[in-house]
Protein backbone atom coordinates (compact mmCIF):
# COMPACT_ATOMS: atom_id res chain seq x y z
CA UNK A 1 0.00 0.00 0.00
CA UNK A 2 1.15 3.18 -0.63
CA UNK A 3 1.80 5.50 1.71
CA UNK A 4 -0.36 8.43 3.10
CA UNK A 5 2.16 11.58 1.47
CA UNK A 6 1.57 9.61 -2.22
CA UNK A 7 -1.56 8.88 -1.74
CA UNK A 8 -2.38 12.17 -1.09
CA UNK A 9 -0.61 13.23 -4.19
CA UNK A 10 -1.66 10.77 -7.14
CA UNK A 11 -5.22 10.22 -5.81
CA UNK A 12 -7.07 11.80 -9.19
CA UNK A 13 -10.24 11.13 -11.27
CA UNK A 14 -9.71 9.49 -14.17
CA UNK A 15 -7.84 11.74 -16.74
CA UNK A 16 -10.02 13.34 -19.79
CA UNK A 17 -9.07 12.60 -23.32
CA UNK A 18 -7.09 16.07 -23.34
CA UNK A 19 -4.16 14.03 -20.84
CA UNK A 20 -4.14 16.88 -18.08
CA UNK A 21 -1.78 16.14 -15.28
CA UNK A 22 -3.60 18.18 -12.57
CA UNK A 23 -7.28 17.41 -12.06
CA UNK A 24 -9.78 19.24 -14.12
CA UNK A 25 -12.70 21.16 -11.63
CA UNK A 26 -16.14 19.90 -12.32
CA UNK A 27 -18.22 22.75 -12.92
CA UNK A 28 -21.15 21.55 -13.65
CA UNK A 29 -25.15 21.47 -11.68
CA UNK A 30 -25.78 18.41 -13.83
CA UNK A 31 -25.46 15.83 -16.54
CA UNK A 32 -26.33 14.56 -19.60
CA UNK A 33 -27.78 11.26 -20.36
CA UNK A 34 -27.36 9.20 -23.13
CA UNK A 35 -31.21 8.56 -24.05
CA UNK A 36 -34.46 8.17 -22.11
CA UNK A 37 -34.08 5.03 -20.69
CA UNK A 38 -30.43 5.89 -19.67
CA UNK A 39 -32.09 8.94 -17.80
CA UNK A 40 -34.88 6.52 -15.65
CA UNK A 41 -32.05 3.56 -14.96
CA UNK A 42 -29.61 6.65 -13.40
CA UNK A 43 -32.32 8.40 -11.31
CA UNK A 44 -33.52 4.67 -10.39
CA UNK A 45 -29.86 3.42 -8.93
CA UNK A 46 -29.79 0.75 -11.60
CA UNK A 47 -26.70 2.37 -13.24
CA UNK A 48 -23.69 4.17 -11.34
CA UNK A 49 -22.50 7.43 -12.40
CA UNK A 50 -23.45 11.48 -11.77
CA UNK A 51 -27.29 12.35 -11.97
CA UNK A 52 -26.77 15.76 -10.41
CA UNK A 53 -24.11 17.22 -8.17
CA UNK A 54 -26.20 18.10 -5.62
CA UNK A 55 -25.82 13.73 -5.18
CA UNK A 56 -22.74 13.74 -6.52
CA UNK A 57 -19.38 15.19 -8.77
CA UNK A 58 -16.18 13.83 -10.00
CA UNK A 59 -13.93 16.49 -8.49
CA UNK A 60 -15.85 16.11 -4.88
CA UNK A 61 -15.59 12.43 -5.23
CA UNK A 62 -11.29 12.54 -5.61
CA UNK A 63 -11.62 14.81 -2.23
CA UNK A 64 -14.05 11.72 -0.84
CA UNK A 65 -11.49 9.19 -1.84
CA UNK A 66 -8.46 10.71 -0.75
CA UNK A 67 -9.55 11.45 2.77
CA UNK A 68 -11.02 7.54 2.93
CA UNK A 69 -7.58 6.83 1.63
CA UNK A 70 -5.69 9.05 4.78
CA UNK A 71 -8.44 7.92 7.63
CA UNK A 72 -8.44 3.98 6.71
CA UNK A 73 -12.50 4.18 5.86
CA UNK A 74 -14.94 2.19 3.90
CA UNK A 75 -16.58 5.48 2.24
CA UNK A 76 -16.84 8.99 3.01
CA UNK A 77 -19.40 12.17 2.04
CA UNK A 78 -18.01 16.00 1.98
CA UNK A 79 -20.52 19.03 2.89
CA UNK A 80 -20.25 22.65 1.92
CA UNK A 81 -18.31 23.32 6.03
CA UNK A 82 -17.63 21.48 8.84
CA UNK A 83 -20.57 21.91 11.06
CA UNK A 84 -22.54 21.41 8.29
CA UNK A 85 -20.55 17.68 8.63
CA UNK A 86 -21.24 17.35 12.43
CA UNK A 87 -25.34 18.50 12.04
CA UNK A 88 -25.78 15.92 9.06
CA UNK A 89 -23.88 12.95 10.84
CA UNK A 90 -26.23 12.98 13.70
CA UNK A 91 -29.42 14.36 11.82
CA UNK A 92 -28.95 11.00 9.34
CA UNK A 93 -28.10 8.62 12.30
CA UNK A 94 -30.37 9.33 15.15
CA UNK A 95 -34.68 9.29 16.01
CA UNK A 96 -36.43 11.42 17.96
CA UNK A 97 -36.02 9.69 21.34
CA UNK A 98 -32.63 9.24 21.31
CA UNK A 99 -29.65 10.14 23.05
CA UNK A 100 -25.59 10.97 22.61
CA UNK A 101 -23.23 10.45 24.96
CA UNK A 102 -20.58 13.11 24.40
CA UNK A 103 -17.12 14.65 26.10
CA UNK A 104 -18.06 17.38 27.89
CA UNK A 105 -15.21 19.28 26.32
CA UNK A 106 -16.56 19.82 22.51
CA UNK A 107 -16.64 23.01 19.95
CA UNK A 108 -19.02 25.89 20.93
CA UNK A 109 -21.02 25.20 17.76
CA UNK A 110 -21.46 21.38 18.75
CA UNK A 111 -22.57 22.60 22.26
CA UNK A 112 -25.68 24.82 20.47
CA UNK A 113 -26.72 21.56 18.53
CA UNK A 114 -26.50 19.79 21.67
CA UNK A 115 -28.33 21.63 23.82
CA UNK A 116 -30.42 23.72 22.05
CA UNK A 117 -31.38 22.90 18.17
CA UNK A 118 -31.62 18.77 18.87
CA UNK A 119 -34.04 18.91 21.69
CA UNK A 120 -36.73 20.76 19.32
CA UNK A 121 -36.93 17.03 17.82
CA UNK A 122 -36.06 14.96 21.45
CA UNK A 123 -32.60 13.95 20.56
CA UNK A 124 -30.72 14.72 23.67
CA UNK A 125 -27.15 14.67 24.68
CA UNK A 126 -25.13 13.55 28.25
CA UNK A 127 -22.56 14.69 28.93
CA UNK A 128 -19.44 12.99 30.24
CA UNK A 129 -15.99 14.24 32.21
CA UNK A 130 -13.14 13.86 29.85
CA UNK A 131 -11.83 9.66 30.37
CA UNK A 132 -13.95 9.27 33.39
CA UNK A 133 -15.15 6.03 31.76
CA UNK A 134 -16.62 4.90 35.04
CA UNK A 135 -18.73 8.04 34.58
CA UNK A 136 -18.87 7.74 30.73
CA UNK A 137 -21.00 3.84 31.57
CA UNK A 138 -22.99 5.20 34.53
CA UNK A 139 -24.32 7.66 31.68
CA UNK A 140 -25.40 5.08 29.04
CA UNK A 141 -28.73 4.48 28.93
CA UNK A 142 -30.85 2.13 26.81
CA UNK A 143 -31.69 5.08 24.60
CA UNK A 144 -28.27 5.90 24.04
CA UNK A 145 -27.23 5.30 20.11
CA UNK A 146 -24.26 7.52 19.39
CA UNK A 147 -20.75 7.74 21.54
CA UNK A 148 -19.41 10.89 20.32
CA UNK A 149 -15.80 12.87 21.28
CA UNK A 150 -12.71 15.52 20.14
CA UNK A 151 -9.45 15.01 20.90
CA UNK A 152 -7.74 16.99 21.61
CA UNK A 153 -10.69 19.28 22.26
CA UNK A 154 -11.21 22.43 21.13
CA UNK A 155 -10.02 24.76 22.81
CA UNK A 156 -9.19 22.86 26.04
CA UNK A 157 -6.65 20.21 24.10
CA UNK A 158 -7.75 17.50 26.22
CA UNK A 159 -6.82 13.83 25.25
CA UNK A 160 -9.31 11.39 24.99
CA UNK A 161 -8.29 7.86 25.05
CA UNK A 162 -9.40 6.48 21.72
CA UNK A 163 -8.79 2.66 22.69
CA UNK A 164 -10.91 2.87 25.66
CA UNK A 165 -13.89 4.90 24.08
CA UNK A 166 -13.76 2.43 21.26
CA UNK A 167 -14.28 -0.35 23.71
CA UNK A 168 -17.25 1.36 25.65
CA UNK A 169 -19.42 2.13 22.31
CA UNK A 170 -18.36 -1.70 21.19
CA UNK A 171 -19.77 -3.10 24.26
CA UNK A 172 -23.03 -1.34 24.28
CA UNK A 173 -23.05 -1.52 20.43
CA UNK A 174 -23.13 2.49 20.34
CA UNK A 175 -22.05 4.21 16.96
CA UNK A 176 -18.88 5.69 17.41
CA UNK A 177 -17.88 9.06 16.33
CA UNK A 178 -14.88 10.96 16.28
CA UNK A 179 -14.54 14.91 15.38
CA UNK A 180 -10.36 14.45 14.43
CA UNK A 181 -9.97 18.10 13.34
CA UNK A 182 -7.47 19.09 14.73
CA UNK A 183 -4.82 16.37 14.19
CA UNK A 184 -5.92 16.04 10.44
CA UNK A 185 -5.63 11.78 9.01
CA UNK A 186 -1.88 12.24 9.37
CA UNK A 187 -1.35 12.72 12.80
CA UNK A 188 -4.00 10.44 14.20
CA UNK A 189 -6.32 7.55 12.66
CA UNK A 190 -9.43 6.88 15.23
CA UNK A 191 -10.96 4.06 13.12
CA UNK A 192 -7.67 2.30 14.01
CA UNK A 193 -8.80 2.61 17.38
CA UNK A 194 -12.10 1.31 16.71
CA UNK A 195 -14.09 4.33 15.40
CA UNK A 196 -16.93 4.00 13.40
CA UNK A 197 -16.94 7.90 11.53
CA UNK A 198 -14.71 10.28 11.87
CA UNK A 199 -15.61 13.98 11.11
CA UNK A 200 -13.13 16.95 9.45
CA UNK A 201 -13.75 20.41 9.21
CA UNK A 202 -11.53 20.42 5.96
CA UNK A 203 -12.06 24.39 6.52
CA UNK A 204 -9.31 24.08 8.98
CA UNK A 205 -5.60 22.45 8.11
CA UNK A 206 -7.17 20.35 5.21
CA UNK A 207 -7.43 23.56 3.88
CA UNK A 208 -4.77 24.95 5.52
CA UNK A 209 -4.38 28.65 4.19
CA UNK A 210 -7.92 30.25 5.14
CA UNK A 211 -9.53 30.22 2.00
CA UNK A 212 -12.72 28.47 2.14
CA UNK A 213 -15.01 26.17 3.88
CA UNK A 214 -15.59 22.47 3.65
CA UNK A 215 -16.47 19.28 5.92
CA UNK A 216 -16.05 15.56 5.48
CA UNK A 217 -16.98 12.19 7.22
CA UNK A 218 -15.29 9.00 6.71
CA UNK A 219 -16.03 5.50 7.73
CA UNK A 220 -18.18 2.43 7.74
CA UNK A 221 -20.08 2.14 4.43
CA UNK A 222 -23.79 1.59 6.42
CA UNK A 223 -23.34 4.51 7.92
CA UNK A 224 -22.04 6.66 4.92
CA UNK A 225 -25.20 5.20 3.39
CA UNK A 226 -27.61 6.76 5.67
CA UNK A 227 -26.17 10.01 6.17
CA UNK A 228 -25.69 9.97 1.90
CA UNK A 229 -29.09 9.17 1.68
CA UNK A 230 -30.02 12.12 3.74
CA UNK A 231 -27.39 14.60 2.33
CA UNK A 232 -29.09 14.07 -1.33
CA UNK A 233 -32.12 15.60 -0.13
CA UNK A 234 -30.94 17.96 2.43
CA UNK A 235 -28.53 19.38 0.32
CA UNK A 236 -25.04 20.23 2.65
CA UNK A 237 -23.15 19.67 -0.73
CA UNK A 238 -19.66 20.54 -0.89
CA UNK A 239 -19.23 22.90 -3.78
CA UNK A 240 -17.07 21.14 -7.03
CA UNK A 241 -14.86 24.66 -6.74
CA UNK A 242 -13.79 24.20 -2.99
CA UNK A 243 -13.83 20.16 -3.46
CA UNK A 244 -10.90 20.59 -5.81
CA UNK A 245 -8.94 23.11 -3.55
CA UNK A 246 -9.25 21.07 -0.75
CA UNK A 247 -8.17 18.28 -2.67
CA UNK A 248 -5.21 19.88 -3.77
CA UNK A 249 -4.59 21.03 -0.50
CA UNK A 250 -4.24 17.27 0.97
CA UNK A 251 -1.05 17.04 -1.37
CA UNK A 252 1.17 19.30 1.32
CA UNK A 253 -0.99 18.28 4.42
CA UNK A 254 1.45 15.96 5.71
CA UNK A 255 4.59 18.90 4.72
CA UNK A 256 2.48 21.17 6.52
CA UNK A 257 1.34 19.46 9.85
CA UNK A 258 5.02 18.64 10.05
CA UNK A 259 6.08 22.20 10.48
CA UNK A 260 2.67 23.27 12.27
CA UNK A 261 3.68 20.72 14.78
CA UNK A 262 7.61 21.55 15.48
CA UNK A 263 7.05 25.12 15.34
CA UNK A 264 3.75 24.76 18.13
CA UNK A 265 6.50 22.46 20.21
CA UNK A 266 8.93 25.38 20.51
CA UNK A 267 6.84 27.39 21.20
CA UNK A 268 4.94 25.70 23.70
CA UNK A 269 8.21 24.86 25.88
CA UNK A 270 9.16 28.50 25.40
CA UNK A 271 5.92 29.81 27.33
CA UNK A 272 6.03 27.19 29.75
CA UNK A 273 9.64 29.25 30.61
CA UNK A 274 7.61 32.70 30.39
CA UNK A 275 6.68 34.83 33.80
CA UNK A 276 3.74 35.74 32.18
CA UNK A 277 2.06 32.08 31.31
CA UNK A 278 0.09 30.67 34.41
CA UNK A 279 0.09 27.54 32.40
CA UNK A 280 0.46 25.86 28.99
CA UNK A 281 -1.30 22.94 27.27
CA UNK A 282 0.21 20.92 24.31
CA UNK A 283 -0.43 17.25 23.79
CA UNK A 284 3.30 17.11 23.11
CA UNK A 285 4.64 18.38 26.31
CA UNK A 286 5.31 16.11 28.92
CA UNK A 287 3.30 18.29 31.37
CA UNK A 288 0.07 17.60 29.79
CA UNK A 289 -1.99 15.06 31.84
CA UNK A 290 -2.77 13.26 28.35
CA UNK A 291 0.61 13.37 27.17
CA UNK A 292 1.46 9.31 27.12
CA UNK A 293 -2.48 8.78 25.93
CA UNK A 294 -1.49 11.25 22.60
CA UNK A 295 2.06 9.43 22.25
CA UNK A 296 0.42 6.38 22.29
CA UNK A 297 -2.35 7.80 19.14
CA UNK A 298 -0.53 10.87 17.70
CA UNK A 299 2.39 10.76 15.19
CA UNK A 300 2.71 15.24 16.02
CA UNK A 301 1.54 17.29 18.40
CA UNK A 302 -0.50 19.08 16.23
CA UNK A 303 -0.63 23.33 15.65
CA UNK A 304 -2.72 24.53 18.52
CA UNK A 305 -0.96 25.52 21.84
CA UNK A 306 -3.17 27.11 24.53
CA UNK A 307 -1.60 29.13 27.58
CA UNK A 308 -3.35 30.71 30.54
CA UNK A 309 -2.12 34.23 30.76
CA UNK A 310 -1.08 35.98 34.32
CA UNK A 311 -4.16 38.78 34.40
CA UNK A 312 -6.93 37.16 33.03
CA UNK A 313 -9.61 38.69 30.81
CA UNK A 314 -7.77 42.19 30.60
CA UNK A 315 -4.34 40.47 30.28
CA UNK A 316 -5.79 38.65 27.77
CA UNK A 317 -6.93 41.56 25.44
CA UNK A 318 -3.68 43.36 25.87
CA UNK A 319 -1.60 40.36 24.88
CA UNK A 320 -4.19 40.07 21.79
CA UNK A 321 -4.05 44.07 21.11
CA UNK A 322 -0.58 44.31 21.36
CA UNK A 323 0.10 41.41 18.51
CA UNK A 324 1.92 42.87 15.64
CA UNK A 325 2.49 39.63 13.44
CA UNK A 326 0.04 37.32 14.63
CA UNK A 327 -3.46 37.52 13.00
CA UNK A 328 -6.60 37.69 15.03
CA UNK A 329 -9.46 35.98 14.07
CA UNK A 330 -11.49 32.91 14.84
CA UNK A 331 -10.26 30.50 12.37
CA UNK A 332 -7.15 27.78 12.86
CA UNK A 333 -5.01 25.52 10.80
CA UNK A 334 -4.02 28.37 9.02
CA UNK A 335 -0.39 29.21 6.67
CA UNK A 336 -0.27 31.94 9.25
CA UNK A 337 -0.46 32.06 12.99
CA UNK A 338 -3.55 33.10 14.49
CA UNK A 339 -4.39 34.07 18.45
CA UNK A 340 -7.48 33.89 19.50
CA UNK A 341 -9.64 34.38 22.78
CA UNK A 342 -12.32 31.47 22.71
CA UNK A 343 -14.34 32.96 26.25
CA UNK A 344 -15.17 36.25 24.11
CA UNK A 345 -15.58 34.41 20.59
CA UNK A 346 -15.70 30.58 19.72
CA UNK A 347 -17.53 29.67 22.67
CA UNK A 348 -18.50 32.91 24.14
CA UNK A 349 -22.18 31.08 23.62
CA UNK A 350 -21.34 28.79 26.06
CA UNK A 351 -21.98 29.99 30.01
CA UNK A 352 -19.28 30.80 32.30
CA UNK A 353 -19.99 27.85 34.42
CA UNK A 354 -20.16 25.52 31.17
CA UNK A 355 -16.77 27.21 29.77
CA UNK A 356 -15.42 26.30 33.48
CA UNK A 357 -15.85 22.62 33.32
CA UNK A 358 -14.13 22.68 30.37
CA UNK A 359 -11.48 24.66 31.28
CA UNK A 360 -11.97 27.88 29.21
CA UNK A 361 -10.71 30.09 31.65
CA UNK A 362 -10.85 33.89 30.97
CA UNK A 363 -7.51 34.46 30.64
CA UNK A 364 -7.01 31.28 28.04
CA UNK A 365 -5.53 31.60 24.57
CA UNK A 366 -5.70 29.60 22.30
CA UNK A 367 -2.46 29.75 19.53
CA UNK A 368 -2.93 27.90 16.11
CA UNK A 369 1.02 27.89 15.00
CA UNK A 370 1.66 28.67 11.38
CA UNK A 371 4.06 28.10 9.00
CA UNK A 372 6.09 31.44 9.49
CA UNK A 373 9.67 31.15 10.76
CA UNK A 374 9.69 29.95 14.24
CA UNK A 375 11.65 32.83 15.64
CA UNK A 376 9.56 35.14 14.08
CA UNK A 377 6.17 33.95 16.13
CA UNK A 378 7.95 34.03 19.16
CA UNK A 379 9.65 37.22 18.86
CA UNK A 380 5.70 38.64 18.58
CA UNK A 381 4.71 36.73 21.30
CA UNK A 382 7.21 37.58 23.62
CA UNK A 383 6.94 41.18 22.84
CA UNK A 384 3.18 41.17 23.39
CA UNK A 385 3.65 39.66 26.92
CA UNK A 386 5.99 41.86 27.48
Known sequence: MKRKATQAIRTQTERSKFGEHASPIYMTSSYVFENAEHMRAMFAGEEDGNV??????????????????????????????????????????????????????????THKLFTQIFPKWNIHTNYVSVNDFDEWEEAITPNTKI?????????????????????????????????????????????DFGADLVIHSATKYIDGQGRGLGGAMAGKQELIDEIEAFARHSGPCLSPFNAWMLSKSLETLELRMERHSSSALEIAKRLQEHPSAEWVKYPFLET?????????????????VTFGIKGGLDAGRNFLDALEMLSLTANLGDSRTIATHPASTTHSKLSEEERQKVGITQGLIRLSIGLEDVEDIWEDIEQALG
Open 52 to 109: YSRYSNPTVDEFIDKICLLENAEAGWATASGMAAVFTTFAALLDAGDEVLSSRSVFGS
Open 147 to 191: LYLETPSNPALDIVDLEKAGELAKKHDLIYVVDNCFTTPIIQNPI
Open 288 to 304: HPGYETAQKQMTMGGGI
